[in-house]
């Protein structure tokens, strides 16, 4: 199968700490990058992962608050300087095409790319971007500026071609595509063998939710269903509930309760807040809820299957 990956860059909520870097990701699949969320630093973490910096088609914006977005201007920038030509498709709220269109004027006048800026109405569940090998559905959230997460679905794959069967009937290599896309092939004699026969179902396509910021949201697990791995805030643990409530966010028992409901296959918890040295408390409050859950720390690669 084709790689689907996500390469954890920043997993720390807004105050800043030596431990973890503001919130960013990167989504690989079939060697197209795109990033999820720039805070400060991001592309001093590209470089820690070895992530390359010219593959990233596209970046979302889950919300403009600074952890998640300060990083961008700089990036842009950077990428102009190593020479990048590729367009480069920005994914965030309305409000943001000012802002950055006056931060590229200020800082990046003379790019030999273009950026080009897609507004997104967060309080839509719908598709946001598609190309030939996925779709990306932008998904509500409930923080305290307009926020949505986001969804990567991978197309459905073409079956398997049988290479046995093919040599067997001597089946032209020119043919091979009209089989995958569900052909038959004739004998000589006029003897049909069926598609079933040349081919093995394909693959299941895989599916990434990622949510974050925000509060609990009771419904959430149903446009989250399913999928192969969730990446869910986990800002606090239960005995800061209060504390999630009053800033929008949630609690690592909460985002287990929504990967349990959904039927995830795995959970990601991420953007801690300052107040933990450890994360463990907080994988241990989700597991004991949803066993398949996971820490999401910088410069970690988990794979969607």
Same mark, same amino acid.
């Given at each position: 199968?084709?790689?689907? #990956?996500?390469?954890?860059?920043?997993? %720390?909520?807004? &105050?800043?700490?030596?431990?973890?870097?503001?919130?960013?990701?990167?989504?690989?699949?079939?060697?197209?990058?795109? /990033?999820?969320?720039?805070?400060?630093?991001?592309?001093?973490?590209?470089?820690?992962?070895?992530? %390359?910096?010219?593959?990233?088609?596209?970046?979302?914006?889950?919300?403009?608050?600074?952890?998640?977005? +300060?990083?961008?201007?700089? /990036?842009?920038?950077? +990428? %102009?300087? &190593?020479?990048?030509?590729?367009?480069?498709?920005?994914?965030? @709220?309305?409000?943001? %095409?000012?802002?950055?269109?006056?931060?590229?004027?200020?800082?990046?006048?003379?790019? *030999?790319?273009?950026?080009?800026?897609?507004?997104?109405? @967060?309080?839509?569940?719908?598709?946001?971007?598609?190309?030939?090998? &996925?779709?990306?559905?932008?998904?509500?959230?409930?923080? #305290?500026?307009?926020?949505?997460?986001?969804? +990567?679905? *991978?197309?459905?794959?073409?079956?398997?071609?049988?290479?046995?069967?093919?040599?067997?009937?001597?089946?032209?290599?020119?043919?091979?595509?009209?089989?995958?896309?569900?052909?038959?092939?004739?004998?000589?004699?006029?003897?049909?063998?069926?598609?079933?026969?040349?081919?093995?179902?394909?693959?299941?396509?895989?599916?990434?939710?990622?949510?974050?910021? @925000?509060?609990?949201?009771?419904?959430?697990?149903?446009?989250?269903?399913?999928?192969?791995?969730?990446?869910?805030?986990?800002?606090?643990?239960?005995?800061?509930?209060? #504390?999630?409530? &009053?800033?929008?966010?949630?609690?690592?028992?909460?985002?287990?309760?929504?990967?349990?409901?959904?039927?995830?296959?795995?959970?990601?918890?991420?953007?801690?807040?300052?107040?933990?040295?450890?994360? *463990?408390?907080?994988?241990? *409050?989700?597991?004991?809820? +949803?066993?398949?859950?996971?820490?999401?720390?910088?410069?970690?690669?988990?794979?969607?299957?």
């Amino acid at each position: 199968m084709e790689p689907f #990956r996500v390469h954890i860059l920043g997993c %720390g909520s807004a &105050l800043p700490t030596a431990k973890h870097s503001p919130s960013s990701q990167v989504v690989e699949l079939r060697d197209k990058l795109f /990033m999820i969320d720039c805070g400060e630093g991001t592309q001093m973490q590209l470089r820690r992962s070895h992530v %390359g910096f010219n593959r990233i088609v596209a970046v979302f914006l889950s919300h403009l608050h600074g952890d998640h977005c +300060f990083g961008l201007i700089g /990036m842009i920038s950077t +990428f %102009g300087m &190593l020479g990048r030509t590729a367009p480069l498709h920005i994914y965030a @709220t309305a409000e943001f %095409g000012p802002m950055l269109q006056a931060q590229l004027d200020m800082f990046c006048n003379g790019l *030999e790319y273009k950026v080009l800026f897609h507004p997104i109405d @967060t309080t839509l569940h719908t598709v946001v971007y598609e190309d030939r090998s &996925l779709t990306v559905e932008s998904i509500p959230l409930n923080h #305290r500026t307009p926020c949505c997460g986001f969804l +990567f679905r *991978e197309k459905p794959l073409q079956p398997h071609i049988r290479r046995d069967m093919i040599d067997f009937y001597g089946i032209p290599v020119s043919q091979i595509n009209n089989i995958k896309a569900g052909a038959d092939w004739q004998l000589p004699d006029g003897t049909i063998v069926p598609n079933s026969q040349l081919t093995t179902p394909p693959d299941a396509p895989r599916s990434y939710a990622y949510c974050s910021d @925000t509060k609990y949201m009771p419904r959430l697990h149903q446009l989250v269903r399913g999928v192969n791995m969730l990446y869910h805030e986990s800002t606090y643990d239960t005995s800061h509930a209060d #504390r999630a409530e &009053l800033y929008y966010h949630s609690t690592a028992a909460q985002a287990a309760t929504v990967a349990r409901d959904a039927g995830v296959g795995k959970l990601l918890l991420g953007h801690y807040s300052a107040r933990y040295e450890c994360e *463990e408390l907080l994988l241990n *409050e989700a597991r004991q809820i +949803f066993p398949n859950t996971f820490l999401s720390t910088e410069n970690a690669v988990f794979k969607v299957e």
